[in-house]
Each structure stands twice: as structure tokens, then as C-alpha cells.
């Protein structure tokens, strides 16, 4: 069995079929799916997809992106919404100084506070950083110091050296179809040598579809190629792979009870 650690199955491209989209999905082997949030107003949606499907499970957070329209938003609002039975992490969160959609401060506000809900109620922090590598450190290494908190980073394409800094801090570290990609030979080298048990799989979908889906919609079925690269790269059995990353899953994501 194969998971997508990390789909937007709301947005457009999955949305209007969503039913299909995971139909295609299970029949390529993925046996769970990881529903993730970027603002609150999409909360609502993201949960009762999950609610619904047996093998959907969600995400609440705020993207870096989203962060100047969320400053408002309370620690308790985000709180609360973990206490949802199929809300299984919090995120995605982190900082986006790529873009630059949303003022840095805010950014690493929200930041915090994500880390602040995740380590009180010990759900995984799915975090994005694009361009902000050593203040996204800088945040988790003080932060961590206060108290443990589980997390990953998700659809890694950071430096090897910061991979290891994370991987240091016990984080897990979370890989998309850009591995596939024809020059993406550092984070090759990255997925070949990432400790078995700190490795996930994801889409992103309905972003960044890997080869040989290139320049098509990504869909959670798609995690299937990306699983044969990586086990390519790491010169192990595809089925091993999937059997690893979901052992993983599970590890990480208690909640979802797998």
C-alpha cells in the first residue's frame, strides 16, 4: 500500500472529480490520503472530505502564503479545530520568502503558533519553506527547544545540509514528483541517502505532477511513479518502498490509527 502524505483534493483540478480522482487513485495502490489545508476558510471542506471517505484524513493550518489575511486568527481557534477525530496534523505551515505573498513577520508568527498547537497536542506540523531556509531552522531549533514537537518538511527541495539540520532535530522529511524531474539531480542525491524510517511520499497534487505525467494535472495516483523513482534511487523493490514510507505514516501520524 501506497499513502500521498500531502493532496489538495478541494482544489481545482481534483475537486470536480474528486470521486473519480480517488477511484484512479485506489487502483493504483494508495491506500490512504493525507487532505491538506492552506487558510480557514477551507477547513470545513477538507474535514468533511475526510469524514466521508474512510481513507481520507485532513489537515488544519495556515500556508505562509495566507498569513497576512490570517494575523487575526487565535491559537484557540486552531486548537479547537484539532480536536476533530479526522484531523490528523497541522499545516501546511512554515515560510515562503520566494513569493513573498505575505509579510515575513506574519509569516513567522503563524509559524510559531502552528508549532505552539502542534506541540501541545502532539499532532505532526507540516511545514513549507521556500527560500527561507535558515530562518526556518533558526524558528524550529528555538522552538524545539521549548518542547518536542513532531513534523516534517513537506515537498523538500532545501539543501542537503539543511535536510541533514532537520533530519538532526528529528524532523521527517517528505518528497514530491520534483524528484523526478531531469534537474533535480542535488535532491536525488538527497532521496538516495535519506534515513528509511524518516521518508514520505506525497503529490502535492494538483501540483507538480512528476514523469511521466509532466505538465498534466498531478493526482494522488501519481504518488505510484514517484515511489518507483525514489526506490530507483535508493536501489531497493518499489513494494518495499511503499511498505517503508506507509510504516511511516503510521509512526508519525498516530492519530490516524493505521
Known amino acids: 500500500m501506497l499513502i500521498d502524505s500531502h493532496c489538495h483534493l478541494e482544489y481545482k483540478g481534483l475537486v470536480e472529480d474528486q470521486a473519480g480522482v480517488l477511484t484512479r487513485a485506489r487502483a493504483a495502490g494508495v491506500g490512504a490520503f493525507l487532505n491538506i489545508s492552506t487558510r480557514q476558510s477551507e477547513w470545513d471542506q477538507v474535514v468533511a472530505t475526510a469524514a466521508r471517505e474512510a481513507d481520507v484524513f485532513a489537515s488544519v493550518g495556515i500556508h505562509p502564503h495566507e498569513a497576512d489575511a490570517h494575523q487575526d486568527l487565535g491559537r484557540a481557534a486552531l486548537l479547537a479545530a484539532t480536536e476533530h477525530p479526522r484531523v490528523i496534523a497541522i499545516g501546511e505551515t512554515g515560510l515562503d520568502y520566494y513569493y513573498d505573498h ?14 505552539d498547537v502542534a506541540r501541545e497536542t502532539q499532532l505532526p506540523l507540516i511545514i513549507h519553506t521556500r527560500d527561507a531556509e535558515d530562518d526556518t531552522f533558526a524558528i524550529l531549533a528555538d522552538e524545539m527547544a521549548k518542547g518536542t514537537f513532531p513534523a516534517l518538511i513537506h515537498c523538500f527541495t532545501a539543501s542537503a545540509e539543511f535536510g541533514e539540520k532537520v533530519l538532526e532535530l528529528g524532523l521527517t522529511i517528505s518528497l514530491s514528483g520534483i524528484v523526478t524531474f531531469k534537474n533535480a539531480k542535488g535532491l536525488q542525491d538527497v532521496a538516495a541517502t535519506v534515513p528509511e524510517y524518516r521518508l514520505l511520499i506525497e503529490t502535492d497534487s494538483p501540483f507538480l505532477a512528476p514523469v511521466p505525467h509532466r505538465g498534466q494535472v498531478c493526482e494522488p495516483a501519481y504518488v505510484a511513479d514517484t515511489a518507483a523513482f525514489i526506490a530507483n534511487l535508493r536501489r531497493m523493490d518499489t513494494q518495499a518502498l511503499a511498505e517503508q514510507t506507509t510504516a511511516n505514516f503510521a509512526r508519525l501520524f498516530q492519530k490516524a490509527g493505521l
Do not use: K, Y
Request: no cysteine; net charge positive; glycine share 8%.
Open 102 to 115: 505575505s509579510d515575513r513577520g506574519a509569516q513567522q508568527r503563524l509559524f510559531r503558533m502552528h508549532i
